[in-house]
């Protein structure tokens, strides 16, 4: 199953320190909806145990993490690649920055899913929501944690 998402938000922060926090494995990690574990591996990637709900099927996603393509401070991508419980996951969100004025910052992002597994049976317009409401508790915490 496939899931594409895309959407603009701003940020009341200048552009460098919003890419610095969207480029920080801690910082993004902070963002992460139902995070249960954190490991950092070096500047741009981590690992991270997602707690991941979907009807009656829950578990924990074990991932890799890895922030590429950056391009200072205008965009870089976000990939996550993930398995357990019986699904894999992969994940890639891409961001593009554009200074609005000193303190404020716009955002787009582009995020293509690709799912297979047991949640896939539970059809896609109920994964459709929930991804949709996942995405927005991870905006709302880059807009708070940015600022």
Known sequence: MRLDFNGRFTVNVSIDKTFAFLTNPESVSRCISDLEGFVPKDKSSFEAKIRVGVGPIHGVLNTQCSISDTRPPNSATLTIDGSGFGNK????????????????????????????????GLGEGMIRKLSQEKMEEVIERVKNGAA
């Open 89 to 120: 996951i992969r994940m890639e969100i891409k961001f593009t920055l554009a200074s609005k004025s000193e303190q404020l910052t716009e955002v787009t992002w582009i995020s293509t899913t690709e799912m297979k597994g047991i949640m896939t």
